[in-house]
């Protein structure tokens, strides 16, 4: 059979899917993308310009650090990204603050991580090295910073990872795309189809079989496509609802060494920017830290969009997995109450729109990303490989610093595909 002749079909049109997808199309391959949504992108969830003002992100909003393959993709699509700035501020349980408060403890924690040989979950290092009462206040920045920014268990996540985020540069630079990530997601789309690869919504794949020599992909609503390889690069726990070929099955099985991450997304858009009435130097205001129910919280400074966006990651979102969208949004806004010293009706009287995702109950995702568990660099060794008719993408199999982010599902994505055009 000649390379041109191949057919691949790509299961997921994510940013991992589509990005293999158009590599692999405008080498001549024939790709089919199978995407069990009504729409492409995936964790990258684009809302309507009309319920925000703005082409909102309900998923995936940032770009981390350097991030050279979506930087390059945005310049190729005409994109532009604009650079967060702007002043962090923290609610103690009494007032606002956005003094940093170094901890007294920061120079040995470094010490101790710097030192460090062999890898442990987050929790057993902290019990090993930080256990007395003196570093309470540490133990708990750290389990906070991993549960909210990673989305991750402290009882599983490696500090290793932990330390390469931490130490490589600390907390980078973030940016937006102008336009939101689904100005992306388009351009990617356009360029798949242009190219000549074909996209079918709706078809949520249940088994991958080898018959014959080839390999028959089924779909649940009876659809069967035939292939000569698949990608697959659906989130990780997805994996357990296909049926697989023996080998792929014993390389998927890797994925439950790999951490994945819960996160609870609400979006509120209001009249006016209230919180600017209660301090006039909140007016540059970016990000907003707290102990609450929902405890993270951005601005869209220096956009002047009238939004506050709440964020809660980790284990600790099972908390709240009994609430729906409407309650979720209710959270939001007794958290945003409490830290303004507000009543809930006070806030609520200015809200114009409100949404809100538990990504844990997406049926297409079932979470938010993956994180590292001290077992993840192997297994993504094995998920990642290139033996076999079918193989595996997506951010989780990523093994720079990055892992959980689109940069990471795109970089993936490029990869596997050189693995086919290198045949």
Not at 16 to 26: D, I, N, P, S, T
Not at 110 to 137: I, M, N, Q, S
Not at 244 to 260: H, N, Q, V, Y
Not at 277 to 283: G, N, S, T, V
Request: with cysteine; proline share 4%; aromatic share 6%.
């Amino acid at each position: 059979m000649s390379d041109i002749s191949e057919h691949i079909v790509i299961v997921g049109a994510g940013a991992a899917g589509l990005v293999a997808a158009r590599e692999l199309a405008r080498r001549g391959k024939k790709v089919a993308i199978l995407e069990a949504r009504e729409r492409c992108g995936g964790r990258i969830h684009p809302l309507p310009v009309e319920q925000f003002g703005y082409p909102a992100d309900g998923g995936a909003e940032f770009i981390h650090g350097e991030a050279p393959v979506t930087r390059a993709l945005l310049r190729e699509a005409g994109l532009s990204c604009q650079e967060i700035e702007g002043t962090q501020w923290s609610f103690d349980g009494t007032g606002l603050s956005h003094e940093e408060r170094h901890d007294p403890h920061e120079a040995e924690l470094h010490a101790v991580l710097g030192a460090l040989k062999d890898d442990l979950t987050v929790a057993d290092f902290l019990r090993r090295h930080f256990a007395g009462p003196e570093y309470g206040r540490l133990r708990h920045s750290i389990e906070r910073m991993v549960e909210g920014y990673d989305a991750a268990d402290p009882e599983r996540a490696s500090i290793l990872a932990l330390r390469e985020e931490w130490m490589d540069g600390g907390h980078h630079s973030q940016a937006r795309i102008v336009g939101g990530y689904g100005a992306l997601i388009e351009f990617l789309v356009e360029e798949c189809r242009r190219h000549g690869a074909t996209i079918r919504l709706g078809c949520a794949v249940s088994a991958i079989a080898e018959e014959r020599g080839a390999l028959a992909v089924r779909c649940a609503g009876g659809d069967v496509h035939g292939c000569d390889r698949v990608i697959v690069t659906v989130p990780l726990p997805l994996l357990r609802d296909i049926a697989l070929p023996a080998s792929a099955r014993t390389k998927a099985a890797a994925a439950g060494d790999i951490g994945f991450g819960c996160v609870i997304k609400i979006l509120l858009r209001f009249a006016r920017p209230w919180w600017c009435d209660q301090r006039q130097d909140l007016a540059d205001m970016t990000f907003l830290l707290s102990e609450q129910a929902i405890p993270v919280w951005w601005t869209r400074y220096p956009d002047q969009h009238p939004v506050l966006t709440g964020w809660f990651g980790g284990p600790r979102t099972a908390e709240l997995s009994h609430l729906d969208e409407r309650g979720l949004v209710e959270a939001g806004l007794s958290s945003l109450a409490a830290i303004f010293g507000l009543s809930h009706d006070d806030v609520a009287r200015e809200l114009v729109a409100g949404t809100a995702t538990n990504w844990g109950h997406d049926p297409f995702a079932r979470g938010a990303y993956s994180w590292a568990t001290p077992k993840t660099r192997a297994a993504q060794t094995i998920l990642a490989g290139a033996d076999g008719p079918v193989l595996f993408s997506g951010e989780a199999l990523y093994r720079g610093r990055d892992m959980g982010t689109v940069e990471a599902a795109l970089a993936s994505g490029l990869q596997t595909a050189g693995m086919i055009l290198r045949g």
